[in-house]
Nanobody
Framework: QVQVVESGGGLVQAGGSLRLSCTTS????????MGWFRQAPGKEREAVAC????????PYADAVKGRFTISRDNAKKTLYLQMNSLKPEDTAMYYC?????????????????WGQGTQVTVSS
């Protein structure tokens, strides 16, 4: 059974940083692209970033470019999202997702397995 578990969320002041982690089990982590998505209250879920199986390609949503960095450690079967210069508008539930294949896309339909999410709250 595939499990996807996020951690690292919390409350931070604007301008601060957080690092999210996502661990998986039950799948060959190094064979799949991975992604981060977020959903703010009253809004639709949106893409943040994704990364291919090898880490060689990682597109970002315009809203987070230059502030967030997605990375992965295949040996540890863990995905990361380093979030710097956080803004109140980054407040959301952040979800980790497993792609349907080795590559990735910022389209949600490309992802087949999802975690339960970790809450990030940025105060002004």
């Amino acid at each position: 059974q595939v499990q996807v578990v996020e951690s690292g969320g919390g409350l931070v002041q604007a301008g601060g940083s957080l690092r999210l982690s996502c661990t998986t089990s039950g799948l060959a982590f190094d064979a799949y692209g991975m992604g981060w998505f977020r959903q703010a209250p009253g809004k639709e879920r949106e893409a943040v970033a994704c990364i291919t199986y090898s880490g060689g390609f990682a597109p970002y949503a315009d809203a987070v470019k230059g502030r967030f960095t997605i990375s992965r450690d295949n040996a540890k079967k863990t995905l990361y999202l380093q979030m710097n210069s956080l803004k109140p508008e980054d407040t959301a539930m952040y979800y980790c997702a497993v792609s349907s294949g080795a590559y990735c896309s910022l389209r949600q339909g490309f992802f087949s397995r999802w975690g339960q999410g970790t809450q990030v709250t940025v105060s002004s």
